[in-house]
């Protein structure tokens, strides 16, 4: 059984940096990706960040990109979000979700924020900035 457990979120004064994490076990595909999304109250799921476990490429939304950063250490079958200079219009529950879809994989760079395409989601965690 696929199995994802996001951690690390909690309260940041706005400028701060906070890291997430999504361990995930059950995971027997060869290649896959990760994805980090994040929902605010009232809006729709937002697309963040992915990773691809085949050649380790990475993905960004353009409202985070140069300040977050995804990264993998696949001995710990984990997933990293480090979110830097954060603002309060980053304040969201962060979810990482996997996907091992054909068709995510061969488009990753157009279709990772399209959460559709992710099979399996963590519980999510909250990261809330203060101005």
């Known amino acids: 059984e696929v199995q994802l457990v996001d951690s690390g979120g909690g309260l940041v004064q706005a400028g701060g940096s906070l890291r997430l994490s999504c361990a995930a076990s059950g995971f027997t595909f060869d290649d896959y990706a990760i994805g980090w999304f994040r929902q605010a109250p009232g809006k729709e799921r937002e697309g963040v960040s992915c990773?691809?476990?085949?050649?380790?490429?990475?993905y960004y939304a353009d409202s985070v990109k140069g300040r977050f950063t995804i990264s993998s250490d696949n001995a710990k079958n984990t997933v990293y979000l480090q979110m830097n200079s954060l603002s309060p219009e980053d304040t969201a529950v962060y979810y990482c979700g996997a996907s091992v879809s054909s068709v995510l994989l061969l488009g990753l760079g157009v279709l990772f924020t399209e959460s559709r395409w992710y099979g399996f989601w963590g519980q999510g965690a909250q990261v809330t900035v203060a101005s």
């Open positions: 990773i691809s476990s085949s050649d380790g490429s990475t």
